[in-house]
């Protein structure tokens, strides 16, 4: 199983929105409504920001929002701040209990 | 309050084996599954597999079948990750993390602190 595609690399200015694509196939992302988004900070864990595709955990803000369209799942964070600088990594269910990662795409707020 | 907390840094020689253990506490312990999933220096995360706490089940990523083994123990309500034939590749932070809600076994939200492993001759 390939890894699923991201960006490298994306910006915004604060204020701004950002989208961050991520496309696998009909055999992940395409098969099922299990995306899920992951932010993390250099040197830290991993922090779950949206799951099932467009669900956001309890404490994450509404600025944080995903989609999905065929084979590619999207994460959009409106009103960038500051601490959105990071980076981001899709996941999602490839059936018989497991799971594939993006590559991962790094946000700069610029 | 909900945490897993592992094992400390690892180093080992090439072709050696290595078990790295993540202890839960704060929650029911056999309701969720676990997930290992590792993070080479300065590259992204990869999936590694999942343990059903309760029934010992496991799943593994396809590239690591036959090096990778992953066992829990109920009584201490710990999990355990067993690579063998380490190579230089292998190294990297490794980070157990939970299955989100009981019984979900397709996202993850709380993770260990990450366990180092390096691999050098």
């Known amino acids: 199983q390939s890894a699923l595609t991201q960006p490298r690399s994306v910006s915004g200015s604060p204020g701004q929105s950002v989208t961050i694509s991520c496309t696998g196939t009909?055999?992940?992302?395409?098969?099922?409504?299990?995306v899920s988004w992951y932010q993390q900070h250099p040197g830290k864990a991993p922090k779950l920001m949206i799951y099932?595709?467009?669900k956001r955990p309890s404490g994450v803000p509404d600025r944080f929002s995903g989609s999905k369209s065929g084979n590619t799942a999207s994460l959009t964070i409106s009103g960038l701040q500051a601490e959105d600088e990071a980076d981001y990594y899709c996941c999602s269910y490839a059936g018989s209990y497991t799971l594939l990662f993006g590559g991962g795409t790094k946000l700069t707020v610029l | 309050q909900v945490q897993l907390v592992q094992s400390g840094a690892e180093v080992k020689k090439p072709g050696a084996s290595v078990k790295v253990s993540c202890k839960a506490s704060g929650y029911t312990f056999t309701s969720h599954y676990m997930h290992w999933v590792r993070q080479a220096p300065g590259q992204g995360l990869e999936w590694m597999g999942i343990i059903n706490f309760d029934a010992g089940t496991t799943s593994y990523a396809q590239k690591l079948q036959g090096r990778v083994t992953m066992t829990r123990d109920t009584s201490t309500s710990t999990v355990y990750m067993e690579l063998s034939s380490l190579r230089s590749e292998d190294t990297a932070v490794y980070f157990c993390?939970?299955?989100?809600?009981?019984?979900?076994?397709?996202?993850?939200?709380?993770w260990g602190q990450g366990t180092m492993v390096t691999v050098s001759s």
């Open positions: 993390a939970r299955g989100y809600g009981p019984g979900n076994p397709r996202t993850f939200d709380i």
């Open positions: 009909s055999s992940d992302v395409g098969g099922y409504n299990y």
């Open positions: 099932d595709v467009n």
